[in-house]
């Protein structure tokens, strides 16, 4: 039992390393974000499948606040839990990448420090 543990830890650490360095050789801003927050591909996935919910939801006429986001992904990856900033900079990043586009300013867009991206963005 104790073998099959060890095991496991390894093949997750190893998972996590193979991702770190993929991160690395794609080199865009979403993954300099997700090597810089420790994101692992587990929870990036879970983060995609969160966005496309959001996108989803706005796409539904459904209310979307940040707030619910931000709580969401602290469950996803608790390790940064309170970081809002970093929900923010992964929505942005998805929304320069042409990602679910739609939810950055669903959730972020009407903030007074993000005024200047959707004036830029309405041109």
């Known amino acids: 039992m104790n073998e099959d543990f060890k095991y ?3 093949q997750e650490r190893m998972d996590f390393i193979e991702f770190r360095q993929q991160l690395l050789f794609d080199n865009d801003s979403l993954s300099r974000l997700l090597f810089e927050y420790k994101i692992t591909e587990i929870q990036y ?5 969160l966005m ?3 996108r989803n939801d706005i796409a539904h006429s459904k ?7 931000e ?10 839990n309170g970081d809002y900033h970093m929900c923010e900079y992964l929505t942005r990043a998805f929304m320069d990448e042409g990602r679910w586009d739609e939810v950055f300013p669903a959730l972020y867009g009407n ?3 993000y005024q200047y991206l959707m004036e ?3 041109e």
Do not use: C, R, T, W
């Not at 209310?63 to 986001?69: D, Y």
């Open 71 to 80: 709580d969401s992904i602290f469950k996803i990856v608790p390790q940064h």
């Open 8 to 10: 496991k830890e390894l």
């Open 52 to 54: 496309e919910k959001y």
């Open 63 to 69: 209310e979307v606040n940040h707030g619910a986001f």
């Open 111 to 113: 903030m007074p420090k």
């Open 120 to 122: 830029d963005k309405d």
């Open 45 to 49: 996935k879970e983060i995609m499948n």
